[in-house]
């Protein structure tokens, strides 16, 4: 058996959440209750301590953790393990009003007041000072306690700070990046245009709104930067808790398709993944099914960061969130749903923001286990008991992981890239939608793709879809054609290669660094549709004959030299008869590129092609049925999730079903909403 499990403590999987006792240490009988409601709704784990600073340290250097140490003891007595926050995420008054560099500068480089979170400098010498001294007495006090599990490193890590101090470090960064050599960032960055050259690393600022911003190379390395600086602050953190005798895990939680940062960047310094999933359900855009797939892509994003392991879903709403334009409630039935798409795509944990509702401030009417009514016998209490429940049915699965074949493509300095471009439309480059549909596509076929980086291992896939991979990394063109000849199936589409990593035109024709050969083609022109304008494409059949034909929109390229076979040629408009979708066969493998973007569930065959090459198995799903998979050594867990509120039967499915017990031998029922484990040995 796989071994993998997050937490040796834990028989099974964390059922729990944010929990804020500090609010209400003037009222024990409100604690002890919690406590009792807790055990009922099978809650085995909190995180304390997220934004405790001001009671950690209500006066400069008077540090008072003991009311910490009761509640952890208490909680641990009860079987209740702690994660345990480092209260970095907002600071206190004193601090602000004593150092003020320890607040942020906006983007003209003028400060903040005190207040809100996240809003701190993460480079001022004054606050991390501050920080390390919170963070030790933390470690110092609790690291060994047998209730602790991990260390959840601030909250929730956002945003870019202009101030001075980042103004000299980002200097010192890039005069590193560019082997101190101000000519290597003349050239990277393309400077003679608009007589923007530079003499020294002294002369440069971040992108002022107000100041330059049009230099891409820049904006991207500004992005860079900030991804390092507050890569650097969490391991600061990190290291300051190891120093003072800390050994267990950390984590600190990611953001659903967080913009701000990198995270394959972030992600190598932490032990564990952990993200904060916040579905929109039952909005008036989509269907269920939709929003709970863009989830499940979220997912997949952070489980393939540390696959080997499982995840952490570390904040998810009880009932409802408070901060949308509209907060509607998550109707019956639709946490169960929520909460088992986690456990099916590789978390371990179901946990939520927050365990009790806050008497007041900003969010006094958010989603919380326990409402301010203070009962169990709530819908929301109830649905979160029987998840709880149904966790400890399923308790085995903890520590299995995937083993997928497919993958998808997905740089975040690629998507920066895209949106800075001076070139497509604005309002309709939609990179993240294109990743995600072709994750939908695969999912609806009963394939589930991980999702990686241009930098990462590739050696598990068979398959690999890179969706206008415009930038291309330093050795990124020989690794595709390396995969390519070895036997893998990779796919391309419009606006591929375009630049380097310093975003300077690949020459000599698109796909550059040698992609060109690969794919057996060109891209000459790519051109953007109005969206009323209307091309098709022509799918051709083995013989060459057009069979059917499919709507194109947004882009549209015009290829040249193709020697790759053509399964696709364009319908209409200039480039008619010109080859849309190609196949060139390289190697043991073949390289697909789509020269267009149509709806994917148009273009199916091509997704049937590719697993059929790559001896994939696949079984189109009924419309909204999810399905993941999760593997010990021995045995596989089939999850199978409802996304609508129509009941379904899926044919053909045997096996024990872990959360009622009985065996399916067949036809498979599932309510409206409804998620199902079935185990299998392998
Ligand atoms: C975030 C934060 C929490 C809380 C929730 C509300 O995820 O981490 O502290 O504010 O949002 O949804
Ligand atoms: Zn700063």
């Known amino acids: 058996m796989t071994t993998n499990k997050l937490f040796p403590q834990i028989n099974g999987l964390l059922h729990g959440g944010d929990y804020n006792p500090e609010q209400w240490l003037d009222s024990p009988d409100i604690l002890e209750k919690d406590i009792k409601l807790m055990k009922q709704a099978n809650i085995n784990c909190v995180t304390l301590g997220v934004f405790s600073w001001s009671v950690h340290e209500p006066v400069e250097g008077q540090i008072n953790l003991d009311w ?19 209260p970095t995420g907002a600071r206190p008054a004193w601090l602000d009003a004593k150092y003020p560099s320890a607040m942020r500068c906006d983007d003209k480089g003028v400060r903040n007041h005190h207040g809100v979170r996240h809003n701190h400098c993460m480079q001022s010498p004054e606050f991390r000072e501050k920080v390390n001294i919170i963070d030790t007495a933390l470690a110092k006090r609790f690291a060994g306690h047998p209730g602790l599990l991990m260390w959840h490193i601030s909250n929730e890590l956002s945003g870019y700070c202009y101030c001075d101090t980042c103004r000299k470090k980002f200097q010192e960064w890039l005069a590193d990046r560019y082997d101190h050599d101000i000519d290597k960032l003349n050239k990277a960055w393309w400077t003679t245009f608009w007589s923007h050259r530079f003499n020294s690393f002294d002369q440069i600022d971040p992108p002022y709104s ?11 390395d500004w992005k860079r930067f900030s991804t390092w600086s507050a890569t650097d602050f969490m391991r600061f953190e990190i290291d300051t808790l190891r120093a003072a005798g800390a050994t267990e895990p950390t984590t600190t939680n990611f953001m659903e398709m967080f913009y701000d940062y990198d995270y394959w960047y972030m992600s190598k310094f932490i032990d564990v993944i952990s993200w904060d999933n916040y579905p929109e359900m039952h909005n008036s855009w989509q269907s269920d099914a939709h929003q709970l797939l863009e989830r499940s892509f979220n997912h997949a994003l952070f489980r393939s960061m540390k696959k080997d392991q499982p995840f952490m879903m570390m904040e998810s709403a009880p009932g409802l969130v408070n901060w949308r334009p509209y907060n509607k409630y998550r109707r019956p039935g639709v946490h169960k749903l929520i909460s088992m798409q986690a456990i099916a795509t590789g978390s371990d944990t179901v946990q939520y923001f927050q365990i009790r509702k806050s008497r007041g401030s900003s969010e006094q009417w958010h989603g919380a286990v326990i409402d301010h009514i ?9 649905e979160v008991a029987a998840l709880g429940s149904d966790l400890k049915n399923i308790s085995e699965v903890a520590g299995s992981i995937s083993n997928n074949k497919v993958a998808i493509l997905f740089d975040w300095d690629n998507r920066w890239a895209i949106d800075d471009a001076w070139a497509l439309s604005n309002e309709t480059k939609n990179f993240d939608k294109t990743c995600m549909s072709i994750y939908n596509e695969f999912m609806s076929l009963g394939v589930e793709p991980d999702i990686i980086s241009s930098d990462m291992d590739w050696d598990d896939y068979k398959i690999i879809c890179a969706p206008m991979l415009y930038v291309l990394h330093d050795g990124i063109g020989a690794k595709i054609s390396d995969f390519v000849n070895a036997g893998g199936q990779f796919m391309a589409t419009y606006f591929t290669g375009y630049v380097n990593k310093d975003l300077l035109a690949n020459l000599g024709g698109f796909p550059g660094d040698g992609l060109s050969d690969v794919f057996g083609l060109r891209s000459e022109e790519i051109d953007t549709l109005y969206p009323e304008d209307k091309n098709s494409i ?4 083995k013989l060459g004959r057009a069979s059917h034909s499919v709507e194109v929109y947004d882009y549209q390229e015009m290829l040249r030299d193709v020697s790759a076979d053509v399964l696709a040629k364009f319908g209409d408009d200039y480039i008619a008869g010109l080859p849309a979708i190609t196949r060139n066969s390289y190697g043991d493998g073949n390289a697909y590129y789509v020269a267009c973007r149509t709806n994917q569930s148009d273009i199916e065959f091509l997704y049937r092609e590719m697993l059929d090459k790559a001896s994939i198995d696949y079984k189109k799903l009924p419309s909204n049925i999810e399905k993941h998979s999760r593997f010990t050594d021995d045995c596989r867990y089939d999850f199978y999730l409802n996304c609508s509120k129509s009941p379904v039967t899926i044919p053909n499915i045997y096996g024990l079903e872990l959360i009622t017990g ?3 031998d067949g036809d498979l029922s599932m309510d409206g909403y409804d998620a199902i484990v079935i185990k299998n040995s392998l």
């Open 68 to 86: 910490l140490s009761d509640i952890m003891d208490n909680l641990y007595s009860n079987g209740i393990y702690t994660i345990l926050a480092t």
């Open 662 to 664: 009985k065996q399916i």
């Open 374 to 382: 203070g009962t169990n016998d709530t819908r929301i209490f109830k």
């Open 538 to 541: 022509q799918i051709l059949d």
């Open 210 to 220: 107000n100041g330059e911003n049009c230099v891409l190379g820049l904006n991207l």
